[in-house]
């Protein structure tokens, strides 16, 4: 079974950068998303990525500050934070969408396996 791992969360300055890594046993033809969830809110979709075409999507929350890129070969994917605003402030999921994958999706629906998470807390 497959079981995301994220690491890289931590407390940065807003205007700051951060890069979170989500690794896995595999990564073959999975979609891979990055998901985040505030204190008191609905977890929502940030960007994904198709392992196997590099195809990506951002939500327009995120869209300009934040990159996703894959690493084939260690099977980890990236997702660099920067500009990073106070509403940033979430534990950051990254899951896995399991083959044959189309197209990246935001829908959580979507997603098969997921990580524990991790804090990234945006704060002066």
């Known amino acids: 079974q497959l079981q995301p791992v994220e690491t890289g969360g931590g407390l940065v300055q807003p205007g700051g950068s951060l890069r979170l890594s989500c690794a896995a046993s595999?990564?073959?033809?999975?979609?891979i998303g990055w998901f985040r969830q505030a204190p008191g809110k609905e977890r929502d979709g940030v960007a994904c990525?198709?392992?196997?075409?590099?195809?990506?999507y951002y939500t327009d929350s995120v869209k300009g500050r934040f990159t996703v890129s894959i690493d084939n070969a260690k099977n980890t994917v990236y997702l660099q934070m920067n500009s990073l605003k106070p509403d940033d402030t979430a534990v950051y999921y990254c899951?896995?969408?399991?083959?044959?994958?189309?197209?990246?999706?935001?829908?959580?629906?979507?997603?098969?396996?997921w990580g524990q998470g991790t804090q990234v807390t945006v704060s002066s």
């Open positions: 899951a896995a969408d399991s083959p044959p994958v189309y197209y990246c999706s935001v829908d959580q629906t979507d997603y098969d396996y």
């Open positions: 595999t990564l073959d033809y999975y979609g």
């Open positions: 990525i198709h392992s196997s075409n590099g195809e990506s």
